[in-house]
């Protein structure tokens, strides 16, 4: 199958760069801007939850889950094992993902009809997400009935499929909602042009995370039984195709909550730079650059009002004026 043999690169380049991104993340918050927080532990965790869900991936394919020509290290049992353990690492992932970035969107909000609403949503997203979590881990006994070893019995799959049903499109309500929510909280926020395509350009990500939820509940609903079997074509590559959709949502959420925080970083190299060209000869004045890089990163952050932090309370803009949102 040609999508089988293209996953391999997908998940790949989907973990290099999330990692790329979010420790990138990582640095800038807690070197440039001196706030490490919660949201930061999170999302930390959700990419280490992730890189699980694409090592159970790429062994599910190495066995030979979704290929069409036999090879000497194939194993169908393995390969349905690994791809099946898949599944609520998936889940989990998604679960941690949506409280980071919940934690995040607490972080920049300030007002309480807001603060209510990402509570509630996500509480209605963990409800089923946890359910179906744990439905899929204890659904057969011993799970390895699951995979087709050994005898036991399972539940009925209407039942897992039934909060599969529940589970995608509460994720697509919560996804949406947490494109969208950005806008409402900086809508009356004045900020310059070019931060105003920066905003669009990092919403226009979580939307396409959604989109990718969206797609992916088409073909949830084509799985009909548990797969048991390579030997069902169809049903295995629509498997892949689920799986697909899933690794592009979460690589896409992850991005998008990476780079928020990353512009500072971004903005404080091209200050060092600017500050290196301008040499030593520079007037103090001139020079207030790379002074401000030598104090410490608590003062940076107070003295430097140039800084943007979407993860803040406070929207600072580039012309060094403060923007404060409505309070609580």
């Given at each position: 199958?040609?999508?089988?043999?293209?996953?391999?690169?997908?998940?790949?380049?989907?973990?290099?760069?999330?990692?790329?991104?979010?420790?990138?993340?990582?640095?800038?918050?807690?070197?440039?801007?001196?706030?490490?927080?919660?949201?930061?532990?999170?999302?930390?965790?959700?990419?280490?939850?992730?890189?699980?869900?694409?090592?159970?991936?790429?062994?599910?394919?190495?066995?030979?889950?979704?290929?069409?020509?036999?090879?000497?290290?194939?194993?169908?049992?393995?390969?349905?094992?690994?791809?099946?353990?898949?599944?609520?690492?998936?889940?989990?992932?998604?679960?941690?993902?949506?409280?980071?970035?919940?934690?995040?969107?607490?972080?920049?909000?300030?007002?309480?009809?807001?603060?209510?609403?990402?509570?509630?949503?996500?509480?209605?997203?963990?409800?089923?997400?946890?359910?179906?979590?744990?439905?899929?881990?204890?659904?057969?006994?011993?799970?390895?009935?699951?995979?087709?070893?050994?005898?036991?019995?399972?539940?009925?799959?209407?039942?897992?499929?039934?909060?599969?049903?529940?589970?995608?499109?509460?994720?697509?309500?919560?996804?949406?909602?947490?494109?969208?929510?950005?806008?409402?909280?900086?809508?009356?926020?004045?900020?310059?042009?070019?931060?105003?395509?920066?905003?669009?350009?990092?919403?226009?990500?979580?939307?396409?995370?959604?989109?990718?939820?969206?797609?992916?509940?088409k073909y949830v609903v084509a799985t009909s039984s548990r797969n048991k079997t390579l030997a069902k074509v169809e049903e295995t590559e629509n498997s892949l195709t689920v799986i697909a959709w899933s690794h592009v949502e979460i690589f896409l959420a992850i991005l998008a909550t990476s780079l928020i925080a990353v512009r500072p970083l971004i903005k404080r190299g091209g200050e060092l730079i600017d500050a290196w060209r301008r040499g030593s000869t520079s007037s103090p004045k001139e020079d207030n650059g790379l002074a401000d890089s030598r104090?410490?990163?608590?003062?940076?952050?107070?003295?430097?009002?140039?800084?943007?932090?979407?993860?803040?309370?406070?929207?600072?803009?580039?012309?060094?004026?403060?923007?404060?949102?409505?309070?609580?």
């Amino acid at each position: 199958m040609a999508i089988a043999e293209s996953m391999k690169a997908l998940v790949i380049a989907a973990a290099v760069i999330d990692s790329v991104g979010l420790g990138f993340r990582a640095f800038a918050r807690s070197r440039v801007q001196g706030s490490f927080g919660y949201d930061d532990v999170v999302l930390l965790l959700s990419l280490i939850s992730y890189v699980v869900f694409v090592a159970f991936t790429l062994v599910a394919l190495h066995y030979g889950y979704g290929s069409l020509t036999p090879e000497p290290w194939h194993d169908p049992t393995q390969a349905i094992k690994f791809f099946i353990l898949g599944q609520p690492a998936y889940v989990l992932t998604s679960i941690i993902v949506k409280i980071g970035i919940a934690l995040v969107l607490i972080r920049i909000n300030v007002q309480r009809p807001i603060w209510h609403c990402i509570v509630v949503s996500l509480t209605l997203f963990l409800i089923p997400a946890t359910i179906l979590f744990f439905l899929l881990i204890l659904q057969c006994h011993p799970i390895s009935v699951y995979w087709g070893v050994g005898s036991g019995s399972c539940i009925d799959y209407s039942i897992v499929r039934t909060s599969v049903f529940v589970f995608s499109a509460a994720d697509i309500a919560a996804n949406f909602l947490y494109s969208s929510l950005p806008i409402i909280i900086l809508y009356s926020v004045q900020i310059s042009l070019h931060l105003r395509l920066s905003v669009i350009f990092l919403l226009g990500i979580g939307f396409l995370s959604s989109i990718a939820t969206a797609i992916r509940f088409k073909y949830v609903v084509a799985t009909s039984s548990r797969n048991k079997t390579l030997a069902k074509v169809e049903e295995t590559e629509n498997s892949l195709t689920v799986i697909a959709w899933s690794h592009v949502e979460i690589f896409l959420a992850i991005l998008a909550t990476s780079l928020i925080a990353v512009r500072p970083l971004i903005k404080r190299g091209g200050e060092l730079i600017d500050a290196w060209r301008r040499g030593s000869t520079s007037s103090p004045k001139e020079d207030n650059g790379l002074a401000d890089s030598r104090l410490p990163t608590g003062s940076r952050r107070i003295r430097d009002q140039r800084v943007i932090d979407y993860d803040s309370r406070a929207l600072l803009i580039d012309d060094g004026g403060r923007v404060r949102l409505p309070h609580m």
